[in-house]
């Protein structure tokens, strides 16, 4: 087996439950396309965990499922509001601006975190023709820095956006991790703080691949069905992404594993504090650790653990743990850099 690394969750494999539930779901044959029980069952799951009068969609990744979402929402001449650190910006090649034709309005903010404050002069051009006409507040939670908003910044982000004929989106890919850190239900950070429309996330946190698009308001996504297939992201064989939220979603083993992540995060940051070379720079809220090290010691460290540099400037490194993290993967690592910085 190759060593578990720090780079990505997504770098992990797949839970157990997960390949039971895939196994499981491979006998004999069912409509395809989502007109299948698996695909029944978990619909109603993801209802009985968000909210009943909600619409749910899979599609095969986090950015389609980003992508896709903003789309409905929005009309070409329209602009989404983000983090300048945020994964629709950064991380997804222009697919937001190239599905949507939107324009992304993007904020800087050391924690990845957008503020009511932040945002109020990006509506200055709002009604004047030159201009494109703000519609999202797009956030994610957990955020790319680590961070997590809580349920009062939640809601203050939801009630200013519709106060101002927004709405507020939120990439959720890892939010699981911040229901964890908020001792939280997905229910009340998502529908209950205001969130509109809603990516979440099941590959970061122990499937194989699947993620699911949920309006909290069924008439933002009465057209989403044929976005998704003319955003070729429709699964034929779909059984098999429900069979795993399924499972996610059952047991509650979408909260065992973010919170094992969350607690190897967690102790990763707090031996990481104790080395005197090395700084994080966020504090540790979900199952991501940012830390400065030494630029010279980076390439050694990388050779046995592989991990991203975020920021080459400040030489400020991204550390996520998974679900399975173990604790002699943390001491082991943190010895080794221990070893190497002295």
Known sequence: MSKRSFASDNNAGIHAEVIEA????????????GDDPFTARAVKLFQKHFGRDTAVYFVYGGTGANVLGLKAITKPHEA??????????VDECGAPENFTGCK????????GKLRVEQIKPLLHGVGVEHHVQPRVISVSQATEMGTVYTKKELKTLADFAH?????????????????????ASLKEITAEAGVDVL???GTKNGMMYGEAVIFFNKNFGGDFKYIRKQGM????????????????LSDDLWRRSAAHSN????????????IQQVQLTQPVEANGVFAVIPRKYVPQLQKKYFFYVWNEEISEVRLMASFDTTENDVRDFVAFLRKTVQ
């Open 233 to 248: 992201h429709l699964p034929s064989k779909m059984r098999y992404i429900s069979a795993q939220f399924q499972a996610l």
């Open 199 to 201: 990516s979440f996330g």
């Open 104 to 111: 992304l309005l993007t904020v800087s903010t050391p924690d």
């Open 22 to 33: 895939i196994a499981a779901a491979n006998d004999g044959h069912v409509i395809a396309y």
């Open 80 to 89: 989404i509001i983000c983090a300048e650190t945020a994964h629709v910006n």
């Open 163 to 183: 106060d101002h004929n927004l709405l507020l989106h939120v990439d959720g890919a890892r939010l699981a991790n911040a229901a964890v850190s908020l001792k």
């Open 263 to 274: 607690r190897m995060a967690q102790l990763l940051g707090s031996e990481l504090a104790k």
